[in-house]
């Protein structure tokens, strides 16, 4: 069927199977926010939408007076980019997609855009295509390629027009976001349009559903594009894809429809901040501890990092996608192409967490019981049942519980070659 330009119709389109079946992702926010690197990727704002004394403060002191947001694009250089490199990162971290930023709130495109003349890693900065060179890699390593764009840019001229309209005029949305939204699909032909930007403006203004229904009508990806919900003020967590509601979303349920937590390694900003510190960042145990919640009520996982201003993703973000690579690796089998269980969650704790596959049912817990012992009460046993432990050869000894439920007998010593956060105990023959 052709869809329609309206939400009753495009809100009807399936989600294509990969999204779901995909769990774990990586977001990479990058841009001529990487140059300050200090604060957020929101720095712009901060500092002349805002005027923030602390940021005013800081390019006072560290950067030649009269200094404008421009003056940063040149040194934006990714001098150290090496695209295949960030795709043999990500495949290790066991992502199936990778989003990148191709146009943040400031504008600048990581591609040559043609409506973004001399604000774009083409004319100024690296002079490369960003958003097609790690495409390249990525499609090469077999990993499904998203593309973030903004909606909205905070100081575009035509934007604040249009803004001081009411949104009654549209210069900006038919010069600009639209021209560019296009062009990615045609040029790149991403499998996902991770939107943002749309909190201003309601859908009349963005014209939204039109370039929804070409994309999903007769566009070259239209049987397998993923879009979110980012699509204008209203439509966050009611229309478009899957949902993502919020940054850092957290249902704390099962929900009917299909939706993604993103999350940032860097606990205080997207971007890249040369000044963070230990203490900020996640370590491996809350990622994956956020990992299994959230597929565990039917989500999917976004982990973003941000890299330097030259390319570089630096080590101890590397080191923490490594980890959960790792931790996949032997868990992965209880969350790629996983479905959510009857039960989410054992009694209500926040330590064993549920996923199926077909009659399989998988039990993640995140804390090693100090007797050995770990009680389930909420699968039901049959005389059929077997118990194995992922990463481990063997069948685990069980017993039912005598409230209900099962005792399993965990090994005497904590597997040395399994990472020493959450473990997966696979049941066989259980309701």
């Known amino acids: 069927p052709r869809y329609r330009p309206d939400w009753a119709s495009l809100d009807a389109r399936p989600?294509?199977?990969?999204?779901?079946?995909?769990?774990?992702?990586?977001?990479?926010?990058w841009g001529v926010f990487s140059v300050p690197a200090w604060g957020s990727e929101w720095f712009w704002w901060h500092w002349q939408g805002e005027h923030n004394t602390n940021y005013e403060r800081f390019v006072q002191r560290r950067y030649p007076p009269n200094t404008t947001y421009a003056d940063f694009a040149p040194h934006f250089t990714a001098?150290?980019?090496?695209?295949?490199?960030?795709?043999?990162?990500?495949?290790?971290?066991?992502?199936?997609?990778?989003v990148l930023t191709t146009k943040h709130h400031e504008g600048f495109t990581n591609w040559g855009s043609p409506v973004s003349w001399n604000w774009n890693s083409?004319?100024?900065?690296?002079?490369?295509?960003?958003?097609?060179?790690l495409g390249e890699a990525l499609r090469k390593s077999n990993i499904h390629y998203g593309l973030y764009h903004s909606l909205l840019e905070w100081f575009n001229p035509l934007y604040l027009a249009d803004k001081a309209s009411g949104f009654k005029t549209q210069n900006f949305v038919?010069?600009?976001?639209?021209?560019?939204?296009?062009?990615?699909?045609?040029?790149?032909?991403?499998?996902l349009i991770w939107s943002d930007g749309d909190w201003e403006a309601p859908e009349s203004y963005w014209n939204s559903t039109s370039?929804?229904?070409?994309?999903?009508?007769?566009?070259?990806?239209?049987?397998?594009?993923?879009?979110n919900d980012r699509w204008c003020n209203k439509c966050s967590c009611h229309h478009g894809g899957y949902y993502n509601c919020a940054d850092k979303y957290k249902p704390g349920t099962?929900?009917?429809?299909k939706w993604e937590m993103c999350s940032s390694i860097d606990k205080l900003s997207w971007g890249y901040r040369s000044n963070m510190i230990v203490a900020e960042l996640m370590d491996e145990a809350s990622i994956i501890e956020e990992l299994v919640q959230t597929v565990s009520f039917g989500g999917n996982?976004?982990?973003?990092?941000?890299?330097?201003k030259e390319g570089v993703i630096v080590p101890i973000f590397q080191e923490r996608l490594l980890a959960l690579g790792r931790w996949l690796d032997t868990n992965g089998e209880a969350i790629y192409e996983s479905k959510p269980w009857r039960v989410q969650m054992e009694n209500g704790t926040v330590t064993v967490w549920y996923t199926s596959?077909?009659?399989?049912?998988?039990?993640?817990?995140?804390?090693?019981?100090?007797?050995?012992?770990?009680?389930?009460?909420?699968?039901?046993?049959?005389?059929?049942?077997?118990?194995?432990?992922?990463?481990?050869?063997?069948?685990?000894?069980?017993?039912?519980?005598?409230?209900?439920?099962?005792?399993?007998?965990?090994?005497?010593?904590?597997?040395?070659?399994?990472?020493?956060?959450?473990?997966?105990?696979k049941l066989e023959g259980v309701e």
């Not at 994309?215 to 049987?223: A, E, F, Q």
């Not at 099962?254 to 429809?257: K, M, P």
Request: aromatic fraction near 12%.
């Open 15 to 29: 989600l294509p199977a990969w999204f779901d079946q995909a769990k774990v992702g990586v977001f990479v926010h």
């Open 79 to 98: 001098h150290d980019f090496d695209p295949l490199q960030w795709a043999q990162l990500f495949q290790r971290a066991g992502a199936r997609y990778v």
């Open 122 to 133: 083409l004319d100024t900065g690296p002079h490369r295509d960003l958003v097609g060179e």
């Open 174 to 191: 038919l010069q600009k976001t639209m021209p560019e939204l296009y062009d990615l699909v045609l040029k790149y032909k991403p499998d």
């Open 211 to 227: 370039f929804l229904a070409w994309l999903y009508n007769d566009s070259p990806v239209k049987d397998t594009v993923v879009v």
């Open 254 to 257: 099962l929900t009917a429809h």
């Open 301 to 308: 996982y976004l982990l973003n990092v941000g890299p330097t």
């Open 357 to 425: 596959k077909g009659p399989v049912v998988y039990a993640i817990f995140l804390i090693w019981p100090q007797d050995n012992i770990l009680e389930l009460s909420s699968p039901n046993p049959s005389p059929a049942t077997q118990v194995t432990m992922l990463g481990l050869a063997g069948a685990l000894e069980w017993q039912m519980s005598p409230g209900k439920g099962l005792l399993l007998t965990l090994p005497n010593v904590l597997p040395s070659p399994l990472p020493q956060t959450g473990w997966t105990v």
